[in-house]
């Protein structure tokens, strides 16, 4: 693979699209110094304690844990929550937002990261669809109603020798209950999903605009991998149906569908700085 060719070709694409989605899984926070919990191992690094415990990730991300041990469940997503409130959006955010910006058909964005970095960045909040939920947002674990409130003002101290979180513990604003976070965790049934839902309708109307109105469209994907390939799946089958091209910034599963599209096998700022220099 010639790579200086195809960042030429993701160079032209972008100079004749009027319109930029912009598709990201974990590896669009690595470069912010985010974990991405890319297998068993990975995850472990990150959280010791699971190791010890001889839970993956797929296990200790699951809403069975609000009810069975509350106080693991929320140390981990506790942490996760300080952890993203924490971190910064690296330069790449702003890269493609004034890309996205700079094209009269506007951009938007599509990730299965649960982070809020895009918002951080300064995206427009109604531009977003965030498919697996948002660790920002609260719902009832039962949940004894649909409503979604705001983790603004949640604050979890957690005892990292024991990993457990310290009372209070947060809680459904309606019923009592343990709260828990608005994210579609593993063999969940009850996840809230009217948030992400307004995202989609709000995400298919802007497509259809870009479809009347004739745009070029281009799809950016960063950083998503195939051990839960939403984010993959959505990128090929917009730029399918919506005659776009697919540009994959990805350093491992780089691999595109046809040769209509464009890999970039690297990490996500790189790649992104590569496809936009002399652009933005």
């Not at 100079?15 to 472990?44: C, H, K, N, Y």
């Not at 493609?96 to 951009?107: A, F, H, M, N, T």
């Not at 960063?222 to 776009?244: H, M, N, W, Y």
Request: glycine fraction near 10%; charge should be neutral.
């Amino acid at each position: 693979m010639d790579i200086e060719k195809n960042i030429n070709r993701a160079k032209e694409v972008l100079r004749q699209a009027d319109a930029v989605l912009i598709t990201a899984g974990a590896g669009m926070g690595v470069d912010s110094g985010l974990p991405d919990f890319r297998g068993t191992e990975g995850f472990w690094r990150a959280y010791p304690i699971a190791r010890k415990l001889g839970l993956r990730f797929e296990e200790l991300a699951n809403p069975r844990w609000f009810r069975e041990n509350p106080k693991l469940a929320w140390a981990f997503y506790g942490h996760r929550l300080n952890l993203y409130r924490k971190t910064q959006p690296h330069e790449g955010f702003y890269i493609l937002k004034k890309l996205g910006e700079s094209k009269k058909g506007g951009y938007f964005v599509f990730t299965s990261n649960v982070d809020g970095q895009f918002q951080k960045a300064g995206y427009d909040e109604k531009k977003i669809v965030e498919v697996h939920g948002s660790i920002h947002h609260l719902q009832c674990s039962v949940p004894c109603i649909d409503d979604i409130w705001p983790a603004d003002d949640l604050s979890v101290e957690i005892d990292m020798e024991k990993f457990e979180a310290k009372e209070p513990l947060p809680r459904c604003r309606h019923c009592g209950a343990i709260a828990r976070p608005n994210i579609l965790m593993f063999g969940d049934w009850e996840w809230v999903s009217h948030r992400t839902a307004g995202q989609e309708f709000r995400f298919e109307r802007w497509l259809e605009k870009i479809d009347d109105m004739g745009y070029r469209l281009a799809v950016i994907e960063i950083g998503a991998g195939k051990a839960v390939p939403t984010v993959r799946i959505l990128s090929e089958r917009v730029a399918d149906q919506f005659f776009g091209t697919l540009i994959r910034i990805n350093p491992r599963d780089y691999d595109v569908p046809s040769s209509k599209h464009i890999s970039i096998p690297l990490g996500g700022l790189e790649g992104i700085k590569r496809i936009t220099e002399g652009i933005t």
